[in-house]
């Protein structure tokens, strides 16, 4: 097995300079315990490299990421960037480029729950408890990358069109890897489209059902988006893995992230190519920066999906999600989750954001 590993480090701008680090913690941690070399590499990103540079995704950091086995982010944005001209703002001059750049076509969001955090959701805790999917969004087609355009009627009206189209190798590709995932978790795959009315959707489904024989250890089933949407609701424990269109992912991903609640403990992966690239769920939250109050676990949790996707570390991976889960179980609670404290009576340790980042590096070290 390879030792040794090249991250390329971007922080960000907002909490993400105070969120990383303690990701960094977590991994420096894994690599005592393991014996690995994670070698780190910090850069400049979104308008802290504007500031610096006056580019939100300098060529250094592009190169960086590129040349690196695979990229930790934290947070890019804040207010003080919103007037720029539309190619300097950092998510647009930063974030839509790098995930092009790092053919990241396929987009993981992971949606688990804590203990101790159940009422941090809004479902009914019998519905809830146990709750674990992966829902993977293609990233780069459909909708979103269509042709788009604009034509005026002769009633003085206009008529806008997206064209919504897929290939049979951009389906492929996306399935494969949500097979891949499927096979590593549960082995059942739900593919979510809306192939009665569709055509994109019905070659999206002939595509799958063909794949379907490679994969004989994995349940396939499909499933149409309005009707997941109300079975994410309704019965969410029944998926393990789904797999969607860019659009319907979109939609279904910030669905199924809110069933178990703080934004704070959201985790996400983009791979596809070369390089996989690793950032919390949340934004650069200015209204909490510089106060130590953070939450850093969707990004220690980034972390540990960094070592399961990109370096194949399944055990190290798992070993930081049950440090999580140990400090969560203690009580162990940034201020965010103190919404979501269990009324068992469980007394709970509010920390800091650095001070959380600690915890969890010595949980990685003692269990
Ligand atoms: P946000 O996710 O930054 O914040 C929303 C709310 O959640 C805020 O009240 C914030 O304090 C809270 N929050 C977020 N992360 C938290 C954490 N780890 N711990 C505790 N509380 C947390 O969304 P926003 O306020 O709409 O956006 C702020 C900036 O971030 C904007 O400039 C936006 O464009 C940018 N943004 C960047 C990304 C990214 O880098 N991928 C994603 C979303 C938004």
Request: with cysteine; hydrophobic share 40%; net charge negative.
């Amino acid at each position: 097995m390879r030792l040794k590993y090249k991250i390329a480090v971007l922080p960000g701008d907002g909490i993400g300079v105070e969120i990383v680090p303690e990701a960094v913690k977590a991994l420096e941690a894994i690599s005592l315990r393991f014996g690995h070399q994670f070698e780190f590499t910090e850069a400049l990103v979104g308008g802290a490299a504007y500031d610096a540079v006056g580019h939100p995704l300098p060529e250094e950091t592009l190169a960086l990421c590129k040349s690196s086995d695979a990229v930790l982010l934290g947070a890019i944005g804040g207010p003080q960037y919103d007037e720029l001209p539309v190619s300097l703002r950092p998510e647009i001059g930063a974030l839509l480029p790098l995930r092009k750049e790092l053919a990241l076509f396929a987009n993981l969001r992971p949606c688990m729950l804590f203990p101790g955090l159940l009422q941090a959701s809004t479902i009914k805790e019998e519905v809830i408890k146990g709750v674990d999917i992966m829902v993977i969004r293609e990233l780069t087609g459909g909708l979103y990358f269509g042709n788009k355009s604009r034509e005026k009627t002769p009633q003085g009206g206009q008529i806008a069109t997206d064209v919504l189209s897929y290939s049979t190798h951009e389906i492929e590709r996306i399935v494969r890897l949500a097979y891949e995932v499927a096979g590593k978790r549960r082995k059942q795959l739900c593919s979510v489209d809306k192939a009665n009315v569709l055509e994109s959707s019905r070659l999206w489904r002939e595509t799958v059902s063909a794949m379907e024989k490679e994969y004989p250890d994995i349940k396939t089933t499909h499933m149409y988006v309005d009707n997941c949407s109300m079975q994410l609701i309704r019965d969410p424990r029944q998926f393990d893995v789904i797999v969607t269109e860019n659009m319907f992912g979109d939609i279904l991903t910030d669905e199924a992230s809110m069933l178990t609640g703080s934004i704070g403990m959201l985790p996400s992966a983009s791979i596809g190519g070369d390089v996989g690239l690793y950032e919390p769920s949340h934004g650069s939250a200015p209204d909490i920066a510089g106060q130590n109050i953070a939450n850093p676990l969707a990004t220690i949790l980034s972390a540990a999906m960094l070592l399961r996707y990109s370096f194949n570390l399944d055990q190290e991976a798992e070993l930081i999600e049950k440090a999580v889960t140990r400090a969560l179980e203690e009580g162990c609670r940034t201020s965010d989750l103190l919404a979501c404290s269990d009324p068992s009576g469980q007394p709970v340790k509010v920390l800091g954001t650095r001070e959380m980042g600690d915890i969890i590096a010595q949980k990685i070290m003692q269990l």
